[in-house]
């Protein structure tokens, strides 16, 4: 067997025969070995000493002389000393066992290192092969969790452009019913402002016709009516401005959510097509140890299905603010209309009672006169309850005022805070409300005493208010806005 790493045996040379046993046969060996000790490395300091002469010495104590031979035949004994002296310098200090057990030494250490290389390059191939598997492994399973990451933002893509799409079709119909909700506010204008000339024009009436008749509580029931639903419609369109900002920011939201999952797609999806023999692959050095993550699968999802779901709640509201608005409009549209009716009603009926009040003034005196009273008696009642609203409104305000230094944190807008405002909101308007009814009660009680004084004058009276009603605001009355207008269509 040929040894690994051996040189190759030349074509002109003899090939070498190897021996079958390492050791030759024991009957080949002197005598003079066949009882030697077996050989055990001494230190440097029991070894012989490496000059010829101490060899020499040691080695002379019983010299084994050659057989008598011609050759030594006529030498003197000196010489013969000489010469084995001369020869004695020359032996080596192995044994031949030494040797053989040198070689055999060599030969299986040779043999024990070439078993342990053979075994390393067995182990490091299939340590190659192992590495080289588990990394295609790897490498196929980030591929699949790539795509599996794929088609996960592709599903959230359609969700969410599935609800940008709804969120817009619902911020264009409400804009649509907001634009309808600011015509029909815009048309409301013109009844109102005839609702007032008429209240003006009827002011005009003299004496004992400046009272308080069915025709001006219906044009103050009708003004109140009008500017109910244009504070209504007002309100509902303060309310479809926000809900469009919101609509809008939802929107924006799914904008943004759908752009950087547009940009993580894009990534993704070229990550997830990379191979090991694709163009732009480059190492970069310590790009794991980089942890720029701020999210977590489930937050992930969570994050996008809070923006959907943040969505679908702004278009709920969105919705059912338009379904408000559409009954919003019907229902102003209806209270208008009847009120006009009532109003013309009222119009046609105070004219009857004016023309047959002509033979009733004294009559009309009496009632008159009881009506100051009483009117004077309401106006110091109101006077009385503008008055004691003053120390509630007195403690509300002090109460805010004090709670204003508060410390620091202390400044909560608590429950009692938001009463405090209330109480101060709720006083002024009751002040507010009574004060105006005090300009009214005071206004009613100049015509009773404008009436009382000009009595005697009624006829003439009469004959004016009876123009005023008949002609100039029944003359005004003759057209009102169509349904179709007050619904905000045209």
Known sequence: ?????????????????????????????????????????????????????????????????????????????????????????????????????????????????????????????????????????????????????VNDIEFWKSELCHELDEMIGETNALTDVKKRLERALAETEAPLQVSQECLLHREKRMGIDLVRDDVEKQLFTEVDVIRSCQKRMQQYLDKAKDQLVSNRAAQHELEKDLANKQAAHRIDDKCHHLRNTSDGISYYRGV?????????PESWAKFTDNNILCSQGERAASTKLRDNIENLLVVTANEMWHQFNAVNVAFTNRIAETADAKSKIRTHLAKTLQEIFQMEMNIEAIRKAIRDKGPPLKVAQTRLDERTRRPNMELCRDTAQLRLVNEVYEIDETIQSLQQRLRDAEDTLQVLFRAKSVLEHDLAIKANSLFIDQEKCMGMRKTFPSTVRLLGYV
């Open 1 to 149: 067997m040929e040894l690994v790493g051996s040189p190759l045996t030349a074509t002109y040379a003899r090939p070498r025969s190897t021996p079958t046993k390492f050791l030759p046969a024991i009957s080949t060996m002197a005598s003079s070995y066949k009882n030697h000790f077996p050989y055990y490395p001494l230190p440097q300091s029991f070894s012989l000493p490496p000059l010829p002469s101490t060899y020499y010495k040691t080695a002379a104590i019983n010299p084994s002389l050659a057989p008598f031979s011609r050759l030594s035949q006529g030498l003197t004994p000196s010489k013969m000393l000489d010469f084995v002296s001369n020869r004695t310098t020359l032996f080596t200090r192995y044994t031949p066992d030494d040797w053989y057990r040198s070689n055999l030494t060599n030969y299986k250490e040779s043999e024990t290192s070439r078993h342990n290389a053979e075994r390393l390059r067995v182990d490091t191939s299939r340590m190659i092969q192992d590495k080289y598997q588990q990394t295609k492994k790897t490498q196929v399973e980030s591929t699949k969790n790539l795509g599996e990451r």
């Open 288 to 296: 794991e140890r980089v942890d720029a993550t701020i999210s977590v």
